[in-house]
Structures are given as structure tokens and as C-alpha cells.
């Protein structure tokens, strides 16, 4: 124990403390050259333990109380910056590294801020849709056939597609089939096509491949224009009153069709619209039969060439233009797979 220290102390003197804020002007302590004090029991004084500095040499209690008082005041500063919150960018996506004098204008877009996902950037699904892969479509609506359904209001319709679909080309297989019936009164009129009275049914049905082009290559709309060729019949059946047995007139051959829709994407791969087809002879056979037979002196099929082939330019038009053509305007439902 530092002799000085403990003559202090048997004198009955406080060890001076130096506050926390602004240490206080050293104080002169003469040196003592007073022997050492009688040793006082332990049970009489308290000495209060000593710090270890780790060196022999002796130091002055007022020295040594203001350096451990200066020490913890330069603490406190840094103290204080390590309680001192962090700044918290108004931005809820920081940049990764700071841009000095960058105005608002001049910031990087968000899509290349750290935080946000690749998902979150890109359209919805139903904007930029997968229009690519397999596909079925399936369309039901109305229609005509022209001259050849004069008898008749309109025609029900219904189509069934099925293909694989290359950017904007597509190529596919497709089914329809249109019909109706009819109940037409007795005409007075001998140059109407009905003279007497006639109730019966239509119908219309084709088959064959199709292709289909979209001209817009992104977004919701996804118009098309297609094109097919295939094979159609066209057959009507009535009960005609003065003629015993069922009257049944039908043509079948090759046929064409042209067709354009304006699909919309609900969703990523299911798609609502309207569509337009409608159907052209393009070669084969005309039929009729009475209760399954031939009329007298007429064959049952004949050629359509055979039709025109003793008529004028006008008659052969009419001939032709008289045959079915049955056009259709339908709600169609697509899915892409």
C-alpha cells in the first residue's frame, strides 16, 4: 500500500474524487516525510482496494483520481455516437451504394434497385398472356346460308378447334356444324321456291385442317385471320305436302372456309371473343331422293359441272350462287395448353 495513501487515510481526510464533467485544478500536496503511522488493526480501518496499474511506481491519489476522470469524459462522446440511432432512408429500397448530388430525376429506375422481384416488374398475366403451346377452341352462335335457307330465319351454329400454335402462326384441325329447321305455309305463287307446303330440317357440317395467322404478337387482344379446306355436306330433309314419302336433297364434295376472330385473354391462357367462318363449295356431287329413291328419269347424283354444262353464263351464275353458303357469327371460348 502507497505510504501517502494511508497517511490520508489514519488522518481521518476523504480521498478526493474528481467529478465526471470538468476535472478540478490539481492541488500542491507537499511530501510528508512523517514516519509511518502505527499499524492500525484491520477491524478499526477500512482501506479501500487500490487499482492495479502494473507498475511499481508511486502515484498521487489526486493525480491519479483526475486522470481516471479525464478518461471517462473522452468516453463519453464516443459513448454517445454509438447510442446515436441509424439513419433511416426515406426510401423504402435503398441503393446498395450511395449517389452523391443525384437528383430525383436522376436516380436509377426501381428495376434496378436491390428488393425488388423480377415478378413484381414484369405485366400481369393477363397483360402480356402465354399464347404459345397447344389449344382447343370451342364456338357456338348463329348464322345463314343465303338463297339455299331463304325458307328459313337462321341457322344455330357450333365449332370445335383443336392445334398447336407457333408465335403467330397456328395450325389445327377443325369441326362444325350449323342447322335449323323450317315450317313454310303454301304459296299461291307458282315462281316462289315452295309452292305448296313444307316443314322440314337443314343442316350444314365440315371437316377438315385449318391455319390460322395473328398479326399482333403481344397484349390482351390477340385477333386472327385463318383459312381451310376440307370436306362438307349440306343436307335437307322435308315432309312436302302432295308427295308421298320424304323429299331429302343434299350436296357433298370439297370445301373452303374463311374465318376471322377477336379473342381477349381473361387470363394468362384462357381467352373470350367473337368469330366469323363461312363455308364455299368448291367441287362434288348434288343428290335427291323421294322416300329413298330417285325421282323418275332423274339420276339420283350428278356431277356439279353436269348442272351447268348446257346453261347460258347467266343461268350457270345463278346455279352457282343458289348453292348453300352458310356464314356463322360465334362466341368462342380458347384455351392455350
Same mark, same amino acid.
Given at each position: 500500500?502507497?505510504?501517502?495513501?494511508?497517511?490520508?487515510?489514519?488522518?481521518?481526510?476523504?480521498?478526493?474524487?474528481?467529478?465526471?464533467?470538468?476535472p478540478s485544478p490539481p492541488q500542491d500536496v507537499e511530501p510528508t516525510?512523517?514516519?509511518?503511522?502505527?499499524?492500525?488493526?484491520?477491524? @478499526?480501518?477500512?482501506?479501500?482496494?487500490?487499482?492495479?496499474?502494473?507498475?511499481?511506481?508511486?502515484?498521487?491519489?489526486?493525480?491519479?483520481?483526475?486522470?481516471?476522470?479525464?478518461?471517462?469524459?473522452?468516453?463519453?462522446?464516443?459513448?454517445?455516437?454509438?447510442?446515436?440511432?441509424?439513419?433511416?432512408?426515406?426510401?423504402?429500397?435503398?441503393?446498395?451504394?450511395?449517389?452523391?448530388?443525384?437528383?430525383?430525376?436522376?436516380?436509377?429506375?426501381?428495376?434496378?434497385?436491390?428488393?425488388?422481384?423480377?415478378?413484381?416488374?414484369?405485366?400481369?398475366?393477363?397483360?402480356?398472356?402465354?399464347?404459345?403451346?397447344?389449344?382447343?377452341?370451342? !364456338?357456338?352462335?348463329?348464322?345463314?346460308?343465303?338463297?339455299?335457307?331463304?325458307?328459313?330465319?337462321?341457322?344455330?351454329?357450333?365449332?370445335?378447334?383443336?392445334?398447336?400454335?407457333?408465335?403467330?402462326v397456328a395450325v389445327g384441325a377443325s369441326a362444325s356444324l350449323a342447322?335449323?329447321?323450317?315450317?313454310?305455309?303454301? !304459296?299461291?305463287?307458282?315462281?316462289?321456291?315452295?309452292?305448296?307446303?313444307?316443314?322440314? !330440317?337443314?343442316?350444314?357440317?365440315?371437316?377438315?385442317?385449318?391455319?390460322?395467322?395473328?398479326?399482333?404478337?403481344?397484349?390482351?387482344?390477340?385477333?386472327?385471320?385463318?383459312?381451310?379446306?376440307?370436306?362438307?355436306?349440306?343436307?335437307?330433309?322435308?315432309?312436302?305436302?302432295?308427295?308421298?314419302?320424304?323429299?331429302?336433297?343434299?350436296?357433298?364434295?370439297?370445301?373452303?372456309?374463311?374465318?376471322?376472330?377477336?379473342?381477349?385473354?381473361?387470363? @394468362?391462357?384462357?381467352?373470350?371473343?367473337?368469330?366469323?367462318?363461312? !363455308?364455299?363449295?368448291?367441287?362434288?356431287?348434288?343428290?335427291?331422293?323421294? @322416300?329413298?329413291?330417285?325421282?323418275?328419269?332423274?339420276?339420283?347424283?350428278?356431277?356439279?359441272? @353436269?348442272?351447268?354444262?348446257?346453261?347460258?353464263?347467266?343461268?350457270?351464275?345463278?346455279?352457282?350462287?343458289?348453292?348453300?353458303?352458310?356464314?356463322?357469327?360465334?362466341?368462342?371460348?380458347?384455351?392455350?395448353?
Amino acid at each position: 500500500m502507497d505510504v501517502a495513501i494511508l497517511a490520508v487515510l489514519l488522518a481521518g481526510q476523504p480521498v478526493p474524487l474528481a467529478p465526471r464533467t470538468e476535472p478540478s485544478p490539481p492541488q500542491d500536496v507537499e511530501p510528508t516525510d512523517a514516519a509511518p503511522a502505527p499499524e492500525a488493526e484491520a477491524s @478499526d480501518v477500512v482501506v479501500p482496494a487500490a487499482p492495479k496499474t502494473g507498475s511499481a511506481t508511486e502515484v498521487e491519489p489526486e493525480a491519479a483520481a483526475q486522470a481516471g476522470a479525464a478518461a471517462e469524459v473522452s468516453a463519453e462522446p464516443e459513448a454517445a455516437s454509438e447510442a446515436t440511432p441509424a439513419t433511416v432512408a426515406d426510401d423504402p429500397e435503398p441503393l446498395s451504394e450511395p449517389v452523391a448530388n443525384v437528383t430525383e430525376d436522376e436516380r436509377p429506375p426501381l428495376d434496378s434497385r436491390p428488393g425488388y422481384a423480377e415478378e413484381e416488374l414484369q405485366p400481369t398475366s393477363v397483360q402480356n398472356p402465354n399464347r404459345e403451346g397447344g389449344f382447343i377452341s370451342v !364456338s357456338v352462335g348463329a348464322g345463314h346460308c343465303g338463297t339455299w335457307c331463304s325458307h328459313m330465319a337462321a341457322l344455330g351454329s357450333g365449332r370445335f378447334e383443336a392445334g398447336y400454335r407457333w408465335g403467330t402462326v397456328a395450325v389445327g384441325a377443325s369441326a362444325s356444324l350449323a342447322g335449323g329447321t323450317y315450317d313454310t305455309p303454301a !304459296s299461291e305463287n307458282s315462281d316462289i321456291y315452295f309452292t305448296v307446303e313444307a316443314s322440314g !330440317s337443314t343442316r350444314f357440317f365440315h371437316v377438315g385442317p385449318v391455319l390460322q395467322f395473328f398479326p399482333i404478337a403481344a397484349g390482351r387482344f390477340d385477333p386472327y385471320a385463318s383459312v381451310g379446306i376440307g370436306f362438307r355436306r349440306a343436307v335437307d330433309v322435308a315432309d312436302v305436302d302432295g308427295i308421298s314419302g320424304e323429299v331429302k336433297y343434299w350436296e357433298s364434295g370439297a370445301g373452303a372456309t374463311l374465318g376471322a376472330g377477336i379473342p381477349v385473354y381473361v387470363t @394468362d391462357r384462357v381467352a373470350l371473343g367473337l368469330r366469323y367462318d363461312k !363455308s364455299f363449295a368448291i367441287a362434288g356431287k348434288v343428290c335427291a331422293t323421294i @322416300d329413298g329413291q330417285a325421282p323418275d328419269g332423274v339420276e339420283e347424283c350428278e356431277d356439279w359441272s @353436269d348442272q351447268t354444262e348446257d346453261l347460258n353464263t347467266v343461268d350457270s351464275r345463278f346455279v352457282r350462287l343458289a348453292r348453300p353458303r352458310p356464314w356463322t357469327v360465334a362466341f368462342e371460348l380458347r384455351v392455350v395448353f
